[in-house]
T-cell receptor
Framework: NAGVTQTPKFQVLKTGQSMTLQCAQD?????MYWYRQDPGMGLRLIYY???????DKGEVPNGYNVSRLNKREFSLRLESAAPSQTSVYFC????????????FGPGTRLTVL | ELKVEQNPLFLSMQEGKNYTIYCNYS?????LYWYRQDPGKSLESLFV?????AVKQEGRLMASLDTKARLSTLHITAAVHDLSATYFC???????????FGTGTRLQVFP
Protein backbone atom coordinates (compact mmCIF):
# COMPACT_ATOMS: atom_id res chain seq x y z
CA ASN A 1 0.00 0.00 0.00
CA ALA A 2 1.22 3.46 -0.90
CA GLY A 3 -0.85 5.05 1.88
CA VAL A 4 -1.52 8.75 1.20
CA THR A 5 0.15 10.26 -1.85
CA GLN A 6 0.32 13.90 -2.89
CA THR A 7 1.36 15.67 -6.06
CA PRO A 8 3.28 17.80 -6.72
CA LYS A 9 5.99 17.75 -4.04
CA PHE A 10 7.10 21.30 -4.79
CA GLN A 11 5.49 24.19 -6.64
CA VAL A 12 6.30 27.84 -7.23
CA LEU A 13 3.50 30.14 -8.37
CA LYS A 14 3.21 33.80 -9.17
CA THR A 15 0.56 35.86 -7.43
CA GLY A 16 -2.78 35.38 -9.18
CA GLN A 17 -1.99 32.03 -10.74
CA SER A 18 -4.14 29.00 -10.03
CA MET A 19 -3.26 25.40 -9.30
CA THR A 20 -4.68 22.17 -7.95
CA LEU A 21 -3.02 19.97 -5.36
CA GLN A 22 -3.84 16.32 -5.72
CA CYS A 23 -4.23 13.74 -2.95
CA ALA A 24 -5.08 10.06 -3.11
CA GLN A 25 -5.30 7.28 -0.53
CA ASP A 26 -5.49 3.53 -1.00
CA UNK A 27 -6.58 2.56 2.52
CA UNK A 28 -10.33 2.69 1.82
CA UNK A 29 -10.73 5.53 4.31
CA UNK A 30 -13.94 7.52 4.43
CA UNK A 31 -12.60 10.84 5.68
CA MET A 32 -9.98 13.02 4.04
CA TYR A 33 -8.45 16.35 5.07
CA TRP A 34 -6.34 19.22 3.83
CA TYR A 35 -4.07 21.08 6.25
CA ARG A 36 -1.53 23.82 5.92
CA GLN A 37 1.58 24.18 8.06
CA ASP A 38 3.33 27.51 8.35
CA PRO A 39 6.87 27.81 9.72
CA GLY A 40 7.09 27.10 13.43
CA MET A 41 3.40 26.31 13.71
CA GLY A 42 1.12 23.37 14.01
CA LEU A 43 -1.23 22.24 11.30
CA ARG A 44 -4.44 24.13 10.55
CA LEU A 45 -7.41 22.46 8.89
CA ILE A 46 -8.42 24.02 5.57
CA TYR A 47 -11.20 21.70 4.38
CA TYR A 48 -12.29 18.18 5.09
CA UNK A 49 -14.51 15.53 3.58
CA UNK A 50 -16.24 13.21 6.00
CA UNK A 51 -17.34 10.90 3.21
CA UNK A 52 -17.51 10.68 -0.55
CA UNK A 53 -19.70 13.46 -1.89
CA UNK A 54 -19.42 15.74 1.14
CA UNK A 55 -17.03 18.57 1.98
CA ASP A 56 -16.94 21.16 4.72
CA LYS A 57 -14.86 24.11 5.83
CA GLY A 58 -12.17 23.92 8.47
CA GLU A 59 -10.37 26.69 10.36
CA VAL A 60 -8.83 28.52 7.38
CA PRO A 61 -10.88 27.90 4.19
CA ASN A 62 -10.65 31.35 2.57
CA GLY A 63 -8.93 31.30 -0.81
CA TYR A 64 -9.34 27.56 -1.30
CA ASN A 65 -11.79 25.15 -2.86
CA VAL A 66 -11.91 21.37 -2.70
CA SER A 67 -13.34 18.45 -4.62
CA ARG A 68 -13.91 14.94 -3.34
CA LEU A 69 -13.62 13.24 -6.71
CA ASN A 70 -14.31 9.75 -5.40
CA LYS A 71 -13.54 7.79 -2.25
CA ARG A 72 -9.82 7.73 -3.02
CA GLU A 73 -9.15 11.28 -4.20
CA PHE A 74 -9.47 14.71 -2.61
CA SER A 75 -8.09 17.78 -4.39
CA LEU A 76 -7.38 21.30 -3.16
CA ARG A 77 -7.57 24.25 -5.56
CA LEU A 78 -6.12 27.71 -5.24
CA GLU A 79 -8.02 29.89 -7.69
CA SER A 80 -5.86 33.01 -7.36
CA ALA A 81 -2.75 32.39 -5.34
CA ALA A 82 -1.51 34.97 -2.84
CA PRO A 83 1.84 35.19 -1.00
CA SER A 84 -0.03 34.46 2.24
CA GLN A 85 -0.73 30.98 0.87
CA THR A 86 2.96 30.12 0.86
CA SER A 87 3.03 27.07 3.10
CA VAL A 88 3.43 23.32 3.27
CA TYR A 89 0.19 21.52 2.51
CA PHE A 90 -0.59 18.10 3.94
CA CYS A 91 -3.36 15.75 3.00
CA UNK A 92 -4.56 13.16 5.51
CA UNK A 93 -7.12 10.40 5.74
CA UNK A 94 -8.74 8.26 8.39
CA UNK A 95 -11.49 5.74 9.01
CA UNK A 96 -14.46 7.83 10.08
CA UNK A 97 -15.98 7.65 13.53
CA UNK A 98 -13.62 5.16 15.17
CA UNK A 99 -11.09 7.49 16.75
CA UNK A 100 -8.38 6.12 14.51
CA UNK A 101 -5.32 8.23 13.86
CA UNK A 102 -5.05 10.32 10.71
CA UNK A 103 -2.50 9.18 8.15
CA PHE A 104 -0.59 11.95 6.46
CA GLY A 105 0.82 12.33 2.99
CA PRO A 106 4.37 13.58 2.32
CA GLY A 107 3.30 17.19 1.79
CA THR A 108 3.45 19.79 -0.96
CA ARG A 109 5.75 22.75 -0.44
CA LEU A 110 4.15 25.75 -2.16
CA THR A 111 5.78 29.14 -2.66
CA VAL A 112 3.78 32.07 -4.03
CA LEU A 113 5.88 34.96 -5.28
CA GLU B 1 -13.33 27.81 20.25
CA LEU B 2 -11.08 24.87 21.00
CA LYS B 3 -7.50 25.85 21.76
CA VAL B 4 -4.61 23.47 22.22
CA GLU B 5 -1.48 24.65 23.99
CA GLN B 6 1.77 22.79 24.30
CA ASN B 7 4.66 23.54 26.56
CA PRO B 8 7.46 23.89 26.37
CA LEU B 9 7.75 25.09 22.77
CA PHE B 10 11.44 24.28 22.71
CA LEU B 11 13.27 21.68 24.71
CA SER B 12 16.96 21.02 24.67
CA MET B 13 17.92 18.06 26.80
CA GLN B 14 20.89 15.90 27.47
CA GLU B 15 20.95 12.25 26.53
CA GLY B 16 19.90 10.03 29.38
CA LYS B 17 17.65 12.60 31.02
CA ASN B 18 13.89 12.46 31.54
CA TYR B 19 11.38 15.13 30.63
CA THR B 20 7.67 15.70 30.09
CA ILE B 21 5.85 17.65 27.38
CA TYR B 22 2.44 19.02 28.31
CA CYS B 23 -0.62 19.46 26.14
CA ASN B 24 -3.56 21.47 27.51
CA TYR B 25 -6.83 21.97 25.69
CA SER B 26 -9.75 24.27 26.34
CA UNK B 27 -12.94 22.24 25.79
CA UNK B 28 -14.21 18.77 26.50
CA UNK B 29 -12.71 16.01 24.42
CA UNK B 30 -11.77 12.41 25.05
CA UNK B 31 -9.74 11.82 21.90
CA LEU B 32 -6.18 13.00 21.77
CA TYR B 33 -3.34 12.15 19.41
CA TRP B 34 0.42 12.55 19.47
CA TYR B 35 2.49 12.90 16.30
CA ARG B 36 6.15 13.22 15.54
CA GLN B 37 7.58 15.30 12.70
CA ASP B 38 11.20 15.23 11.55
CA PRO B 39 12.53 18.32 9.74
CA GLY B 40 11.16 18.56 6.22
CA LYS B 41 9.09 15.41 6.67
CA SER B 42 5.47 14.49 7.19
CA LEU B 43 3.74 13.59 10.45
CA GLU B 44 4.07 10.15 11.95
CA SER B 45 1.48 8.86 14.40
CA LEU B 46 2.82 8.01 17.85
CA PHE B 47 -0.15 7.51 20.16
CA VAL B 48 -3.94 7.46 20.12
CA UNK B 49 -5.60 8.16 23.48
CA UNK B 50 -9.35 7.60 23.49
CA UNK B 51 -10.50 7.73 27.09
CA UNK B 52 -9.84 9.30 30.47
CA UNK B 53 -6.87 7.66 32.14
CA ALA B 54 -5.55 6.15 28.92
CA VAL B 55 -1.84 5.43 28.98
CA LYS B 56 0.23 4.23 26.03
CA GLN B 57 3.93 3.42 25.90
CA GLU B 58 6.31 2.81 23.04
CA GLY B 59 10.00 2.54 23.75
CA ARG B 60 11.19 5.61 25.64
CA LEU B 61 7.93 7.50 25.14
CA MET B 62 4.81 7.28 27.27
CA ALA B 63 1.63 9.28 26.74
CA SER B 64 -1.30 9.76 29.09
CA LEU B 65 -4.66 11.51 29.03
CA ASP B 66 -6.63 13.18 31.83
CA THR B 67 -9.87 14.38 30.27
CA LYS B 68 -11.10 15.98 33.49
CA ALA B 69 -8.02 18.19 33.68
CA ARG B 70 -8.01 18.56 29.86
CA LEU B 71 -4.36 17.57 29.91
CA SER B 72 -2.18 15.08 28.11
CA THR B 73 1.48 14.42 28.81
CA LEU B 74 4.24 12.90 26.72
CA HIS B 75 6.99 11.59 28.96
CA ILE B 76 10.45 10.93 27.65
CA THR B 77 12.61 8.47 29.55
CA ALA B 78 16.40 8.40 29.17
CA ALA B 79 16.41 10.50 26.02
CA VAL B 80 18.54 9.53 23.02
CA HIS B 81 19.55 11.62 20.01
CA ASP B 82 17.13 9.75 17.73
CA LEU B 83 14.22 11.30 19.62
CA SER B 84 15.16 14.76 18.33
CA ALA B 85 12.10 15.97 16.39
CA THR B 86 9.03 18.14 16.76
CA TYR B 87 6.14 16.61 18.70
CA PHE B 88 2.54 17.66 18.19
CA CYS B 89 -0.56 16.88 20.16
CA UNK B 90 -3.93 17.12 18.44
CA UNK B 91 -7.42 17.10 19.93
CA UNK B 92 -10.56 15.82 18.25
CA UNK B 93 -13.32 18.44 18.32
CA UNK B 94 -16.39 16.79 19.87
CA UNK B 95 -15.44 13.41 18.42
CA UNK B 96 -15.97 14.70 14.88
CA UNK B 97 -12.64 13.42 13.44
CA UNK B 98 -11.65 17.09 13.03
CA UNK B 99 -8.33 17.74 14.74
CA UNK B 100 -7.02 20.91 16.31
CA PHE B 101 -3.24 20.82 16.60
CA GLY B 102 -0.98 22.32 19.21
CA THR B 103 1.90 24.50 18.06
CA GLY B 104 4.40 21.73 18.66
CA THR B 105 7.37 21.10 20.93
CA ARG B 106 10.73 21.09 19.23
CA LEU B 107 12.95 18.62 21.04
CA GLN B 108 16.69 18.53 20.67
CA VAL B 109 18.69 15.83 22.44
CA PHE B 110 22.43 16.39 22.74
CA PRO B 111 25.23 14.13 24.02
Amino acid sequence: NAGVTQTPKFQVLKTGQSMTLQCAQDMNHNSMYWYRQDPGMGLRLIYYSASEGTTDKGEVPNGYNVSRLNKREFSLRLESAAPSQTSVYFCASTVAGEGDTQYFGPGTRLTVL
Amino acid sequence: ELKVEQNPLFLSMQEGKNYTIYCNYSTTSDRLYWYRQDPGKSLESLFVLLSNGAVKQEGRLMASLDTKARLSTLHITAAVHDLSATYFCAVDMNNTDKLIFGTGTRLQVFP
